[in-house]
C-alpha cells in the first residue's frame, strides 16, 4: 500500500517528468536549453533528467514545507511558488522530508545523484545553480503560457 507521502512524491515526480516536454512544445526551446547545457560541460541527457528531479525536488519542498500538503492537495499548489523554490532554496532545503524509499528506481537514481552534486560542492554546486536557472525559466514558461491567471501544479499535470 502506498502512503500518502508516496503518494505526494510521485505526484511531485510526474511534474518533473512532463515540464520539459510541455515547453519544448516549440522546439526553439529545446535547442536552446541543450547549447546551454553543452556551454556549460553538462552531458544533455543527464542535465535534462537533474532538471526533471530539481522541479520534482522544488515541488516537494514547497508541498512539505506547506504543512505538508496531501496529493490531493498538490493540484493547488501555484506555479510560480515551485518556480520560485527552484531558485530560492538551499540545494539541500530540495532533499529534506523525501520519503524513504522510492517506488520508481529511476527517481531514487536521480536524487542520489542530485544529492552528490550538493555536497560535492565547486564545479556540481555551479551545475545546480545553472540548472536551478533552467527549471525555474520553463516553469515561468508554463506559467506564461497558461490560459488560466495563476496556474496550478494541477493545471500543468492536466495539460498533459
Given at each position: 500500500?502506498?502512503?500518502?507521502?508516496?503518494?505526494?512524491?510521485?505526484?511531485?515526480?510526474?511534474?518533473?517528468?512532463?515540464?520539459?516536454?510541455?515547453?519544448?512544445?516549440?522546439?526553439?526551446?529545446?535547442?536552446?536549453?541543450?547549447?546551454?547545457?553543452?556551454?556549460?560541460?553538462?552531458?544533455?541527457?543527464?542535465?535534462?533528467?537533474?532538471?526533471?528531479?530539481?522541479?520534482?525536488?522544488?515541488?516537494?519542498?514547497?508541498?512539505?514545507?506547506?504543512?505538508?500538503?496531501?496529493?490531493?492537495?498538490?493540484?493547488?499548489?501555484?506555479?510560480?511558488?515551485?518556480?520560485?523554490?527552484?531558485?530560492?532554496?538551499?540545494?539541500?532545503?530540495?532533499?529534506?522530508?523525501?520519503?524513504?524509499?522510492?517506488?520508481?528506481?529511476?527517481?531514487?537514481?536521480?536524487?542520489?545523484?542530485?544529492?552528490?552534486?550538493?555536497?560535492?560542492?565547486?564545479?556540481?554546486?555551479?551545475?545546480?545553480?545553472?540548472?536551478?536557472?533552467?527549471?525555474?525559466?520553463?516553469?515561468?514558461?508554463?506559467?506564461?503560457?497558461?490560459?488560466?491567471?495563476?496556474?496550478?501544479?494541477?493545471?500543468?499535470?492536466r495539460a498533459n
Amino acid at each position: 500500500m502506498t502512503s500518502e507521502h508516496e503518494t505526494l512524491w510521485n505526484r511531485c515526480a510526474h511534474l518533473g517528468r512532463v515540464l520539459l516536454p510541455l515547453v519544448d512544445q516549440e522546439p526553439w526551446r529545446q535547442a536552446r536549453r541543450r547549447d546551454h547545457l553543452r556551454t556549460w560541460g553538462i552531458d544533455t541527457a543527464v542535465g535534462e533528467r537533474l532538471i526533471e528531479t530539481f522541479a520534482a525536488l522544488a515541488a516537494h519542498a514547497i508541498a512539505v514545507d506547506a504543512a505538508s500538503l496531501s496529493a490531493a492537495e498538490f493540484d493547488a499548489l501555484p506555479l510560480r511558488a515551485v518556480a520560485d523554490a527552484a531558485t530560492d532554496k538551499r540545494d539541500y532545503e530540495l532533499l529534506a522530508g523525501l520519503p524513504g524509499t522510492f517506488a520508481d528506481g529511476r527517481d531514487e537514481h536521480a536524487v542520489k545523484v542530485f544529492r552528490l552534486h550538493t555536497y560535492a560542492g565547486g564545479r556540481a554546486g555551479l551545475q545546480l545553480f545553472r540548472l536551478s536557472t533552467e527549471v525555474r525559466h520553463a516553469l515561468t514558461v508554463l506559467a506564461e503560457r497558461s490560459p488560466v491567471p495563476f496556474p496550478t501544479c494541477g493545471d500543468v499535470l492536466r495539460a498533459n
